[in-house]
């Protein structure tokens, strides 16, 4: 049986530090391969690899090899063992510069590498661009500490809510329709919901349902799955296996970065999109149920 060599993409430095489209430094799974990251890095001089490994007190096992990365994937230098399969160097030949190298390295031995917003911005788009594509966004958190948010939420509640910043974004979301893109949000909220919760369904969602497949689950009158218990996106390229990242936030809302999910990690990801989605009620009917969120003071 020929093995499946669809490549998941954990971080690429070609995202923002790179004018080369698609090649560079980055960590990789396939899916038959839990148990390594495969890492493309930088081919560097004998003399450069050999005062690193002099630095670090590191010796080179039989197929292994120094290569440089950025910082987010290690500090300068990243020791691999060398990938000799054809099948695999021919799968990752589009990622790869011809100084650069193909690697492995365990699983164990590395942590996440969490996006920053931009790169989490370019993973969505680079996923979500075409007809047929599926984006789907579990947002839960009863308070987001986002600068753009913070300062929405603080004129919502002096009475003086600017929706541009709310109209542009629906713009887009409407230009993406018409492309025959489909996004859907799924907005988790409170019992009693929060000043924060109370901004987006009185004043953002009214306009982004316009262009937008948006749900609620409201909890204590929902059942609310949590097998995640986070938020997260799941992006659905047509004929293309999902993308599932998912955001992490600190104790108080504020964003600290987001984590793509390697595939033999997707399943309670997809499971709790698909429970969610079938309870969950649409945004205009549940706020036409729920006339005392409308009404009540900001």
């Known amino acids: 049986m020929p093995r499946?060599?669809?490549?998941?993409?954990?971080?690429?430095?070609?995202?923002?530090?790179?004018?080369?489209?698609r090649t560079c430094p980055g960590e990789h799974v396939l899916p038959d391969r839990p148990d390594v990251r495969y890492v493309i890095t930088r081919e560097v001089d004998p003399a450069t690899a050999a005062a690193f490994l002099a630095e670090q007190d590191i010796?080179?096992?039989?197929?292994?090899?120094?290569?440089?990365?950025?910082?987010?994937?290690?500090?300068?230098?990243?020791?691999?063992?060398?990938?000799?399969?054809?099948?695999?160097?021919?799968?990752?030949?589009?990622?790869?510069?011809?100084?650069?190298?193909?690697?492995?390295?365990?699983?164990?031995?590395?942590p996440a590498i969490l996006l920053t917003e931009q790169e989490l911005g370019d993973m969505i788009d680079a996923n979500h661009?075409?007809?047929?594509?599926?984006?789907?966004?579990?947002?839960?958190?009863?308070?987001?500490?986002?600068?753009?948010?913070?300062v929405d939420r603080t004129a919502w509640l002096a009475g003086r809510f600017d929706p541009a910043q709310v109209i542009a974004?629906?713009?887009?979301?409407?230009?993406?329709?018409?492309?025959?893109?489909?996004?859907q949000r799924l907005r988790v909220i409170s019992e009693q919901p929060t000043d924060d919760e109370l901004m987006s369904l009185q004043a953002a969602l009214p306009?982004?349902?316009?262009?937008?497949?948006?749900?609620v689950l409201h909890r204590g009158e929902h059942p609310v799955p949590d097998l995640v218990g986070?938020?997260?996106?799941?992006?659905?390229?047509a004929g293309r296996p999902a993308v599932v990242i998912r955001s992490h936030y600190d104790d108080g809302g504020v964003f600290v970065g987001a984590e793509v999910i390697p595939p033999e990690r997707h399943a309670?990801?997809?499971?709790?999109q698909e429970l969610s989605w079938v309870v969950a009620v649409p945004y205009t009917e549940w706020m036409?149920?729920?006339?005392?969120?409308?009404?009540?003071a900001a």
């Open 4 to 21: 499946n060599l669809t490549i998941t993409t954990l971080w690429t430095a070609a995202w923002r530090n790179s004018n080369v489209d």
């Open 268 to 272: 309670s990801y997809l499971r709790e």
């Open 129 to 150: 661009r075409g007809p047929g594509d599926i984006l789907f966004h579990r947002e839960g958190l009863p308070h987001y500490d986002v600068p753009s948010q913070n």
């Open 169 to 183: 974004w629906a713009a887009r979301l409407a230009g993406e329709r018409e492309r025959g893109m489909v996004s």
């Open 207 to 215: 306009v982004i349902a316009r262009e937008e497949q948006v749900r």
């Open 59 to 110: 010796h080179l096992e039989p197929g292994q090899a120094v290569g440089a990365v950025p910082e987010q994937m290690s500090a300068g230098y990243l020791v691999s063992t060398l990938v000799t399969d054809p099948d695999e160097l021919a799968a990752f030949a589009d990622l790869m510069a011809p100084n650069e190298q193909l690697g492995m390295v365990p699983t164990t031995d590395r």
């Open 230 to 237: 986070a938020d997260f996106w799941i992006a659905r390229p």
């Open 288 to 296: 036409a149920a729920h006339q005392d969120l409308l009404t009540r």
